[in-house]
Nanobody, 129 residues
């Protein structure tokens, strides 16, 4: 069973930055599409960003485009989410998730929750005003 481990969440002030990491444990990420999702208290989980297995295609929610950057280092089996100009409204638990590229359109990704088969346990991001 593939496992994903998120890290990098913290309490930061508005305007600050964080870099989240999503590491694969026990398998290689080379052939997996990765998505980042978040869930705030009382709200549904939503897709934030995703990256194709090659890293050649990325997608962002409109609310984070231009401030968040997703990237991957397949040699380290790790995907990153760089978050800049943080605002209190992004406070949430952030999850990474994986789906094998065979289950998706070639060299693309989508931020659809139900598509993703493997999930991490989440890392908390809190932005204070």
């Amino acid at each position: 069973q593939p496992q994903l481990v998120e890290s990098g969440g913290a309490l930061v002030q508005s305007g600050g930055s964080l870099r989240l990491s999503c590491a694969a444990v026990g398998f290689t990420l080379d052939y997996y599409v990765i998505g980042w999702f978040r869930q705030a208290p009382g709200k549904e989980r939503e897709g934030v960003s995703c990256i194709s297995s090659s890293g050649g295609y990325t997608d962002y929610a409109g609310s984070v485009e231009g401030r968040f950057t997703i990237s991957r280092d397949n040699a380290k089996d790790t995907v990153y989410l760089q978050m800049n100009s943080l605002k209190p409204e992004v406070t949430a638990t952030y999850y990474c998730a994986a789906v094998h590229e065979e289950s998706t359109v070639q060299d693309m990704c989508v931020r659809t929750l139900l598509l993703y088969a493997y999930w991490g346990q989440g890392t908390q991001v809190t932005v204070s005003s």
